[in-house]
Every structure is written in structure tokens, then in C-alpha cells.
């Protein structure tokens, strides 16, 4: 039975760059994989509105998973019939995984008070000042501030504050993660788990096996290229690459960003024969 390679990946820090969010040095490998019917399936912190519009702008029609794992959109009349658990919201089939924003801002109003000074969180920016924050466009920034699952916070006190805070939320029930930037409070729900369970529609439409390729370059991917065949960590100019529990050893890039993700994906299906300095081991 043939196998079908189906590629997750993070956003901001991977196949977006860390500072200027351009992909343009990874649009010649993204038509090479498109040529190829090689799905390309973003799984990332972003909001629905943030990745609706990238969609558009890099022509992606596929699934796209947002908010660390929060949630699915398929586009109606992706696969031939509707996946069950999922409701029909707009020109998308959506799949749920946890509570959604407003039950993460009442715990973070009513009971996690001692830590208000520490940070701040997104439901408190205006787009100005998100803009200032992570050099945003405004039209993007305003994008970034509509969500639906989760919140993010810029953490402002100390590491031992931010312990004994994320050790706080988790007893509240909530999920902490650390992304690139960004502290994210939210469900239990991780890119792992929403990674396999698209994986699984993609089995199950197309009568295959299928293969998951993982990209992420920070601690909120861990569970996503954990969960992956092969995972792929995106070197950083920010941190060191994550200790990821796998089987096999990650590839590693040896070039940050959107370039450190087409060396990668171009070796692996593009042109595999040719010299690399990667070690490309599959699980």
C-alpha cells in the first residue's frame, strides 16, 4: 500500500521568519511540494483570522490546525464526506478540542490575581500596542488579537514568578505553553494530538497509510514533532533547539527560519540524492 507524506508545520519562527514573518525564501520548495500533491498543513498558535488571510496570501487550500491544537478547519468538500465530530462553521468543517477563550479569561481575572503585574495578555492589547510588541503590521496585529481558544500573555516578571504561576494555571486545569514568544494559556490540548487526529481523516478519505512530517522550532511544537514520523526542528536565533522524547534522532537545520525549512523539506522529497549535511533518519 502506497504511503502519503502529509507535512505539519509550525508558523512563526518556521516557515514564517522570527523577525520580518516572510516566507519567500521557502515559495520555491512550497511549489516543489504542491507539484508533488504533498499536503502542507499549518499547525500553529496563530488565530483563525491570522491564518484565513495567509492562506490566501500563499495559496495553501488545505486543513490548517490553530491555537497550539485548540482547533481544526477543513474546508467543506476537502475530503468527500464531512469527519464526524465536526460542525459546519462558515465555508469550514470545525473540530473542537477544549474550552474556549472566555473560560481561560474568568480563571486568569478570578483566580490568578497575584500574578497580574507579571504579564500581559492580549485580551488588554490594542493593536498598537501589539504592533510595538512583535513588529506586526496593524492589519496583522488585529488579526493576531481575535481568538477563540486560547490566551496568550507577554510574561513580564521574573522565571521564578513564572513558575509558580504556570504551576498555578495547570491545578486550575488549564495547559501552559511556551512558544516562541509567547506564554499561552489554554486547554488540554497540544499540536500532537490534533496533528493525529488529521492524520487520521487523511487515512481514512484516502483508504492509506500516511506519513507524518513535523516542523516546529519551539517548546509548543514539542508534542507535535514527538507525535510526528519525522521530525524536523527549525534552528532558532533566539534559543537552542528543544529537547524533543523521540525514538529516532530529529533532523536538525542547519539555517534558521523559512530557509532552515526548505533545506530540509527540499532534501527530504525534493532532491533527496543530492549532498546535504543533514542526517535525515525516518522513525
Request: charged residues 20%; glycine residues 6%.
Amino acid at each position: 500500500m502506497t504511503t502519503r507524506p502529509l507535512i505539519f508545520t509550525d508558523m512563526d519562527g518556521t516557515l514564517l521568519d522570527h523577525f520580518d514573518y516572510s516566507f519567500s525564501s521557502a515559495i520555491a520548495v512550497i511549489e516543489g511540494l504542491n507539484e508533488k500533491q504533498i499536503p502542507i498543513i499549518p499547525n500553529t498558535s496563530k488565530t483563525f483570522a491570522e491564518m484565513e488571510k495567509f492562506q490566501q496570501t500563499i495559496g495553501f487550500n488545505s486543513p490548517f490546525i490553530s491555537e497550539n491544537g485548540a482547533v481544526i478547519y477543513i474546508p467543506i468538500g476537502y475530503f468527500d464526506t464531512q469527519p464526524q465530530d465536526t460542525f459546519t462553521q462558515g465555508y469550514y468543517w470545525v473540530k473542537e478540542f477544549c474550552e474556549p477563550r472566555s473560560h481561560w479569561l474568568t480563571l486568569l481575572e478570578t483566580e490568578a490575581k497575584a500574578f497580574t503585574e507579571d504579564y500581559l495578555g492580549f485580551s488588554s492589547l490594542t493593536a498598537e500596542e501589539l504592533c510595538e510588541l512583535t513588529d506586526l503590521t496593524p492589519e496583522k496585529a488585529t488579526l493576531a488579537l481575535v481568538r477563540h481558544y486560547s490566551e496568550p500573555l507577554l510574561w513580564t516578571g521574573d522565571d521564578t514568578r513564572k513558575q509558580a504561576f504556570m504551576a498555578h494555571m495547570n491545578s486550575l486545569g488549564a495547559n501552559m505553553l511556551q512558544g516562541g514568544r509567547f506564554l499561552h494559556v489554554g486547554g488540554h490540548t497540544d499540536k500532537g494530538r490534533a496533528m493525529d487526529w488529521l492524520a487520521q481523516q487523511y487515512a481514512n478519505a484516502y483508504q492509506t497509510n500516511v506519513q507524518t512530517i513535523a516542523l516546529g522550532d519551539s517548546g509548543n511544537d514539542s508534542a507535535m514533532l514527538e507525535a510526528a514520523d519525522i521530525a524536523i526542528q527549525i534552528k532558532s536565533p533566539t534559543h537552542t533547539f528543544p529537547k524533543i522524547d523521540t525514538t529516532s534522532t530529529p533532523i536538525q537545520s542547519s539555517q534558521y527560519g523559512p530557509k532552515g525549512w526548505a533545506e530540509c523539506l527540499e532534501a527530504l522529497f525534493l532532491n533527496p540524492k543530492s549532498s546535504t549535511s543533514l542526517k535525515l533518519e525516518e522513525a
